[in-house]
C-alpha cells in the first residue's frame, strides 16, 4: 500500500457537522495542515466526503 499526502486547502467553516467529523478523523482541522496515510478504501471514502476542502498527493 502507498502513502498518500493529504492537504486541508480551505475552512471547515459552513460545512456539515459529518465533514467536520471526517477532517477530524484525518487529523486536519486547520488550512494548511498535512498529514500522511496509508491508502485504503476506507481512506478513499473519507477523501470523497471532504473533497472539497482537501488536495491530494499520492
Do not use: Y
Not at 495542515?33 to 491530494?56: A, F, I, N
Amino acid at each position: 500500500m502507498s502513502g498518500v499526502e493529504i492537504r486541508q486547502v480551505k475552512s471547515a467553516n459552513g460545512t456539515n457537522p459529518s465533514q467536520r467529523a471526517t477532517l477530524q478523523a484525518l487529523g486536519l482541522g486547520r488550512i494548511g495542515k498535512t498529514v500522511e496515510r496509508k491508502d485504503s478504501p476506507q481512506l478513499q471514502g473519507q477523501l470523497r466526503v471532504v473533497s472539497h476542502l482537501v488536495e491530494v498527493k499520492s
